[in-house]
């Protein structure tokens, strides 16, 4: 079974800084996607983005970026200039690409935002 | 366009109460899903259905049974609540492509004393 790994329960990060959140999974399949979800304080799940195995190229949101390592098994998140309103619990999930499979999903990380 | 809609926002059960989560999407979308989270834990699949008239189980559906009324509505009932059941319950759904991502309702949060 897949399972995703999110090893750092909180992190914080000053206000303009760069952090960068780690996820790791274990999967045996060769084509999937992985997600970053953002929930802040509201409860509702946001999609921050997303990156398919396939594609060798990291997937970038504006200030939002992944670092996708395959062999490793490791995608990890980069949050640049952070603001106050990046302040929230981040949830790594994986997916494969086969059929209309659920969401894996880390148990998350809650990224504080000091002014 | 609502997106995804959970009903009721907030609920508290006594044990042994019963009760139906009702979740409706407006996208089009033809799988639906339904996931608990608690504190620590993530959140894990209970149930899903991946297109109308199917159902499946997930990581955590004892306890659950849902019912796939028509594209639009993915509902979940609890038949006797238990205080384990305490959880916030997310209904999500996708287009079932490949490519597709999966869109979350807002959330209820339900208490079972």
Redesign the interface.
């Known amino acids: 079974a897949q399972t995703v790994t999110q090893s750092q329960?909180e992190m914080s990060v000053q206000e303009a800084e760069t952090v960068t959140l780690s996820c790791t999974y274990d999967t045996s399949e060769s084509d999937y996607?992985l997600?970053w979800?953002k929930q802040p304080p509201?409860?509702?799940?946001i999609?921050v983005i997303?990156q398919?195995a396939y594609k060798q190229q990291n997937a970038t949101e504006n200030r939002f970026s992944v670092n996708f390592q395959k062999a490793a098994k490791s995608f990890s998140l980069k949050i640049s200039d952070s603001q106050l309103g990046d302040a929230a619990m981040y949830?790594c999930a994986y997916r494969t690409?086969?059929?209309?499979t659920?969401?894996?999903?880390?148990?998350?990380t809650r990224l504080s935002v000091i002014a | 366009n609502a997106g995804v809609t959970q009903t009721p926002k907030f609920q508290v059960l006594k044990t042994g109460q019963s009760m139906t989560l009702q979740c409706a999407q407006d996208m089009n979308h033809?799988?639906m899903?339904w996931?608990r989270q608690d504190p620590?834990?993530?959140?894990?699949?209970i149930y899903?259905s991946?297109?109308e008239g199917t159902t499946d189980k997930?990581e955590v559906p004892n306890g659950y049974n849902v019912s796939r009324l028509n594209k639009r509505e993915f509902s979940l009932r609890l038949e006797s609540a238990a205080p384990s059941q305490t959880s916030?319950y997310?209904c999500?759904s996708?287009s079932?492509l490949?490519?597709d991502?999966?869109?979350?309702g807002?959330?209820t949060r339900l208490t079972v004393l």
């Not at chain 1, 509201?42 to 799940?45: E, G, P």
């Not at chain 2, 620590?40 to 699949?45: E, N, T």
């Open positions: 329960p996607y997600f979800y509201s409860r509702q799940m999609l997303r398919e949830f690409r086969s059929g209309n659920p969401l894996v999903f880390g148990k998350g | 033809n799988s899903y996931y620590g834990m993530g959140l894990r699949l899903y991946a297109s997930g916030v997310f999500a996708s079932g490949p490519t991502t999966q869109y979350f807002p959330g």
